[in-house]
């Protein structure tokens, strides 16, 4: 697919799933988490980021965008000519707010364990 954003929320092991899924089918992976577990965040992306470095894998196929930092949701959904997919997982209101604003493709996620099918 090419450059995968991934949004979500209270949920940080989802970066490190969504690393290995990304990676393991040759994508790129962009993580916005949620501000309630931006310490999680930061320290699973900074762990993988150092898995990657060890095993020389191109700089820039993952990168974490922290909640705090500044930009919007709007700012990370509306960038289609750097994004392939967007898939937000979390609240509904969360997912429809990047259905509506996204102009990247969105892949609608689900509350659960999808990824392990």
């Known amino acids: 697919l090419g450059v995968i954003a991934l949004i979500y929320e209270a949920f940080p092991e989802l970066g ?15 993580l916005r988490g949620g501000s309630e577990a ?3 965040n930061l ?29 919007s ?3 990370l959904v509306t960038q289609d000519r750097y994004l392939n997919l967007v898939i937000p997982y979390g609240r509904p209101s969360l997912v ?6 996204s102009t990247a493709p969105v892949l609608k996620s689900a509350m ?6």
Request: hydrophobic residues 40%; aromatic residues 4%; charged residues 15%.
């Open 73 to 75: 949701l709007k700012d």
């Open 96 to 101: 429809q707010q990047v259905v509506r604003q």
């Open 38 to 40: 931006s310490n999680s």
């Open 43 to 71: 320290a699973i992306a900074q762990a993988l980021q150092s898995a990657l470095d060890e095993c020389k894998m191109p700089e820039g196929c993952l990168e974490l965008l922290p909640a705090e930092q500044g930009a």
């Open 112 to 117: 659960g364990n999808c990824y392990l099918y």
């Open 16 to 30: 490190a799933i969504a690393v290995g899924l990304c990676i393991k089918t040759g994508n790129s992976l962009i």
